[in-house]
């Protein structure tokens, strides 16, 4: 009997490859390739994808055999779900896998932001020693606003409480309770904006949160605020981040997503006082490995392969902290 076809379109982990096994034959394109996605496609029971590739209803009709599409990571709006249910094809992510790197990087670009440490050691391998043009601020003492409190927003909370850091907090479908433990206050959107010294965004790109940050709301927000976003573009208005940050209503601003990736040209790039990477939150060894196997997993059980052992919520934790292993799920009924 022929072996299911699993069609990996984007680079994912070792890790990944001997998580499939050997029941299923492994076939590799580019995701970022439409029309040899579509090609590649049409023979597959199950496509592995990470935030690249977008399987929407065309490549859902090109691929009539498919079973699975797995999506290496967390972050599901480059697959059109409602597209697949109709075509009884299953979605499957890795909701905790990298949520520890989108959180560490997320505090480095906080830290990034508040110290200059980029543009600093820039200037120094250029040969200039400016001590003063590169002050900053400290963190301890200031207001950190989270937009989202979960999973990764919870992390980060963690994380900037032992800089010293007071968090509050915008997510209407967190318990209040439950976030008064984590020692956050939760406010409304205006007056997260107004008390924060630095904001970082944890939301998931929805028709909801798409532009949820715009000129208005950075018009609120404290002059001088600082703003991370290692969630995903599009959500804080770039022309309006950018204006904002021309006339210094915004300090600073440290971002791992933009609103069009890949992305090597935007007015953004062009500012000194934006710090940045090119998507790299869950571009670690362990996520990609934690992310990969998880998916991996689901896939041989969805085409009705290996049982999933045991030990797979070990893998995917395999490195964090045991508080990070426990963590609730904040979320109540009714977030998209
Ligand atoms: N830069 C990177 O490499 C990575 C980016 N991400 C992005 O980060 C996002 C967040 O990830 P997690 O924290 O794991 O997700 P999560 O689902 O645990 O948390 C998202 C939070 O946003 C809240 N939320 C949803 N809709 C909202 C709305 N309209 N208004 C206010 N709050 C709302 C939810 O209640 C939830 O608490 C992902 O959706 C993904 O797009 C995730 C991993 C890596
Ligand atoms: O696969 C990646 O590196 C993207 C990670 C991400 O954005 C996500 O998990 O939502």
Redesign the pocket.
Known sequence: MSRPIVLIA?ELSQATVGALGPEVEIRRCDGADRGALLAAVADADAVLI??VTRVDAEVLAAGSRLKVVA?????LDNVDVPAATAAGVLVV??AQ??AVS?AELTCGLLIATARNIPQAGQALKSGQWNRSKYVGGELARKTLGVLGLGRIGTLVTERMKAFGMDVIAYDPYVDAAWAARLGVQMLSLDEVLAASDFLTVHLPRTPRTLGLIGAPELAKAKRGIRLVNVA?GGLVDEAALYNALLDGHVAAAGLD?FAEEPCTKSPLLDLEQVVCTP?????TWE??DR?GVSVAESVRLALGGARVPDAVNEVQWHGAGPSEAQIPSPTVAGAA
Do not use: I, W
């Open positions: 984007e990470r935030s999506r290496a990571g967390v972050g992510n890795a896998a990298n989108a995903r997503v998507h790299l939150g869950a571009s996520a990609q992310a």
